[in-house]
């Protein structure tokens, strides 16, 4: 019921940004083609880019709502990883043909953009910052790396479009008091903002592959786990903790070690309760245990 209600929320959250980014693509591309403005041209790729990467985030946080099975034991947490990265890949292809537009645009044929370009620029600021924060906060709370990656890929367009504003101001500016080299802050702003774009796909991009390759957390991020198995008095010691990250959850492969004379069943019981205890904390979907006997002179 819970993972219902994650992806519930995950799939609101990819919507609003398949229709916002289509809503204001179209607006940037029209303006841009009428107003001539390299930079809200590019702009508008950028944002045509974060419709592909919403679906992505909805494909990937489907996938990762399905329950474990025979195939999948530990679940489809890593799917959302993985659409993290296809995210990160795009913005980054995006990113590129940015600024292969923008320069071919600074040897061609320059005149200043329309006022009409200032106007959507400040409205995609406005959208995507909000677009921004909602996805952001939405992430932080179900714990998901494609919806954190999603909302950077908007705050990339708020940086994106911010930098297109001033190339554009400039650009118009130039025409009106007749400096011509300011033409080219247009398409320079354009440039400008594949550079960003590209940068900020390579940082989501490696953190996310981090992430997919069964990171696990520092000691310092498991102290709540290890807190909870040394709560049970029959558990002398713990050997070994590993809780890697599977997606949105952990996974915890546990060794511990109990009095050597306990018979195997009573062993046993202890690490079904260890196990019942963990799987009532936060994030954790699946739990292995093993029983060590306890040996003062050894760790492991």
Do not use: C
């Not at 946080?61 to 993985?82: F, M, N, Q, T, V």
């Not at 390579?202 to 390759?213: P, V, Y």
């Amino acid at each position: 019921m819970e993972n219902e209600q994650r992806f519930r929320q995950a799939k609101t959250a990819a919507i609003v940004g398949i229709v916002g980014n289509m809503a204001l693509a179209a607006i940037k591309a029209v303006v841009g083609v009428w107003s001539q403005s390299q930079a809200l041209i590019s702009d508008a790729a950028h944002s045509a880019s974060d419709v592909a990467g919403s679906f992505a985030v909805w494909v990937g946080l489907r996938a990762a709502a399905r329950p474990p099975d025979e195939d999948h034991p530990y679940g489809h947490g890593k799917a959302e990883s993985i659409a993290a990265i296809i995210v990160a890949v795009l913005l980054f292809l995006v990113g590129l043909e940015i600024g292969r537009s923008a320069l071919t645009s600074l040897f061609a044929p320059l005149s200043p953009p329309g006022v009409a370009a200032i106007y959507v620029l400040l409205l995609s600021i406005v959208v995507k910052e909000a677009m921004f924060r909602y996805k952001y906060r939405l992430g932080q709370r179900l714990n998901s790396d494609a919806l954190i990656v999603n909302a950077y890929e908007h705050r990339s367009d708020v940086f994106s479009s911010l930098a297109a504003l001033v190339g554009v101001g400039a650009a118009i500016l130039g025409g009106k008091w007749e400096i011509g080299w300011l033409v080219y802050a247009d398409p320079l702003a354009g440039l400008f903002v594949a550079i960003l774009v590209m940068k900020m796909a390579w940082e989501l991009g490696r953190q996310s592959i981090h992430t997919a390759i069964d990171h696990v957390l520092h000691e310092e991020e498991t102290d709540y786990l290890r807190e909870a198995v040394l709560s049970f008095p029959d558990v002398r010691q713990i050997n070994e903790l590993y809780a890697r990250e599977h997606g949105h959850y952990v996974i915890v492969d546990l060794k511990i070690a109990v009095d050597p004379l306990l018979t195997v069943e009573e062993g046993h019981r202890i690490g079904k309760k260890v196990k019942e205890k963990l799987l009532t904390l936060p994030r954790v979907r699946n739990v292995m245990v093993h029983i060590n006997p306890y040996d003062p002179e050894k760790n492991t």
